[in-house]
């Protein structure tokens, strides 16, 4: 699996308390950032289809859905 970079805009404050929950829980920022991603998608998984790689959202589907 290739590993790709990613930049992110974050505000000092945030970045501050993300750094301070990943060193409690005995993680880098960057890994911590990875558990959080990967447990995202498996909780949008769980709820919806397992996600196609390699399928792009249609215009129409990039909707966050009305709950």
């Known amino acids: 699996m290739a590993i790709k970079s990613v930049s992110i805009r974050i505000e000092e404050e945030m970045l501050r308390k993300i750094a301070y929950v ?7 920022i960057n890994s911590h950032i990875l558990v959080l991603v990967r447990n995202s998608i498996k909780e949008f998984e769980d709820k919806n289809d397992k996600i196609p790689i390699g399928k792009s959202i249609s215009a129409e589907d990039n909707v966050k859905p009305a709950k």
């Open 22 to 28: 990943a060193d409690y829980e005995g993680r880098s």
